[in-house]
């Protein structure tokens, strides 16, 4: 019998005995992390809170380095088979300058685009890949509440499954629960928070059939829009200041409408969808790092260790590079059953340049651009000239399409 179906508390119970590793969090990071230990032969139980892996704009971008890891693991040809859009060119409308920023057609690898694609349709297929691994289990509605701890170390997590609480101790805990874990809490590891300057809301607008492809990035003063082809819709991302979402709502859903409208002008008549403030979806910006991303028995990755800006819409990415490194890391330790704080570390000191020399890029972008395109200011607004620099120059756009695509550092599936 397939132990998901197998009663609670005899469920956790059936854990307690097989899993030598527990991951908190379904996310990109926790599925991928176990299914990669699940495939080397490790028993692991991915916990998730929810029901089904089914958020909206939860990040829907799948980079060239998650192909690429994908196409490592045999699995690239049946994931394209899911609908998807694929993003050769990114580009910008800024003021009156339409410039070409990344040109991924000449990325290495298997695939040559970044593919949108429902985070649930990923996680769902990398589930059921998993499910020919008899070690993978994944046990959804379990929430991780607590660190268990004996003398120092973390043995193992408290786990909630409806009403029902249950201890469940393993050789390791895997904090892959996101930007707000409780696993990094409970453990008392120390963030950093490296700022941001915006928030992001999120919406839905229509496409019509006569809509001409459009550029990712659209910016006039004191606006900023990202739009995501997504067949029949297009997915809006419309910047805003940090903390002023109150006062957004205070002068109502007209005046969003109208602000959008000033960046986008010919979606104005179909931004009248948008009737309610549940159709808007606030992602609070948070960029942060945590100094040890691990302690004797725990290790955190993806959002649980560094929170990511949403610019170059890479958190996913990154999320799943920690996965693999960390199973190149761990792996042999695992199979030995003792898994020592070096070789936590290791997997730390693998991941945090990627991690520093992104983030400082974010920033960077964050301060120089975003912020103040946001605080807005008179006169004709054009493209910065670094960009049209960029532009003009298919040599820099396809160092661009590298950086966002691959990042620094990629990681190859051992
Ligand atoms: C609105 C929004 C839009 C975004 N857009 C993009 C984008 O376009 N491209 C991109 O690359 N990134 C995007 N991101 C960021 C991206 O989603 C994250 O960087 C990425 O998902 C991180 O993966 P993760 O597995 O580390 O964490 P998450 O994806 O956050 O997954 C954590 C999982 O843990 C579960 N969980 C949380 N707490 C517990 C608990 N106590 N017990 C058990 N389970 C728990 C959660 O339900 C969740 O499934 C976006 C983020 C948001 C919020």
């Not at 959008?260 to 808007?280: G, K, S």
């Not at 890029?361 to 004709?380: C, E, F």
């Not at 532009?391 to 990629?410: C, E, H, Y």
């Amino acid at each position: 019998m397939d132990p998901a179906y197998l009663s609670y508390p005899a469920y956790l119970s059936y854990l307690v005995r097989v899993s030598s590793v527990l991951i908190s969090g379904g996310g990109p990071a926790g599925v991928m992390l176990g299914y990669l230990l699940a495939r080397a032969g490790v028993e692991v139980t991915v916990l998730e809170k929810h029901a089904d892996f089914f958020r909206d704009f939860r990040g829907d971008t799948i980079h060239p380095s998650t192909l690429q890891v994908m196409h490592d693991l045999g699995l690239l040809e049946d994931l394209l088979k899911i609908p998807h859009s694929e993003m050769r060119q990114a580009s910008g409308q800024i003021g009156s300058d339409r410039v070409t920023l990344a040109d991924f057609s000449r990325l290495p690898g298997p695939c040559q685009f970044v593919a949108f694609m429902p985070q649930w349709d990923f996680l769902d297929f990398l589930v059921r890949a998993g499910r020919a691994f008899p070690t993978f289990h994944v046990a959804m509605r379990s929430e991780v509440v607590d660190v268990l701890t004996d003398a120092g170390a973390i043995v193992g997590a408290r786990v909630t499954r409806g009403d029902a609480v249950e201890d469940v101790r393993a050789t390791l805990l895997v904090a892959a629960d996101g930007r707000h874990s409780v696993v990094r809490e409970r453990a008392g590891l120390e963030v950093q928070n490296l700022g941001a300057p915006m928030d992001v809301l999120w919406l839905r607008v229509p496409k019509v059939p006569d809509d001409q492809p459009q550029p990712l990035g659209r910016v006039v003063s004191g606006r900023f829009l990202v739009m995501i082809d997504r067949g029949d819709y297009w997915q809006c991302a419309y910047l805003i200041s940090k903390g002023t979402v109150e006062a957004l709502r205070a002068r109502g859903l007209a005046a969003l409408r109208a602000d959008i409208a000033a960046v986008a002008p010919f979606l104005r008549d179909r931004l009248e969808t948008l009737t309610d403030w549940d159709d808007v979806k606030l992602l609070t910006v948070v960029v942060d790092r945590l100094k040890t991303w691990y302690r004797p028995g725990l290790l955190c990755i993806g959002d649980a260790a560094h929170a990511m800006s949403p610019i170059g819409g890479i958190g996913i990415n990154l999320a799943i590079q920690d996965a693999v490194a960390a199973a190149n890391i761990l792996t042999p330790p695992l199979r030995a059953g003792r898994v020592t704080i070096d070789d936590l570390a290791a997997v730390q000191r693998r991941r945090l340049w990627p991690t520093r020399v992104t983030q400082r890029m974010q920033v960077t972008m964050q301060d120089r651009v975003v912020a103040p395109v946001l605080a807005g200011g008179a006169g004709p607004f054009r493209a910065p000239w670094p960009l049209r620099v960029v532009s003009r120059t298919p040599a820099l756009q396809a160092i661009a399409a590298r950086f966002i695509g691959f990042g620094v550092r990629p990681e190859r599936v051992r």
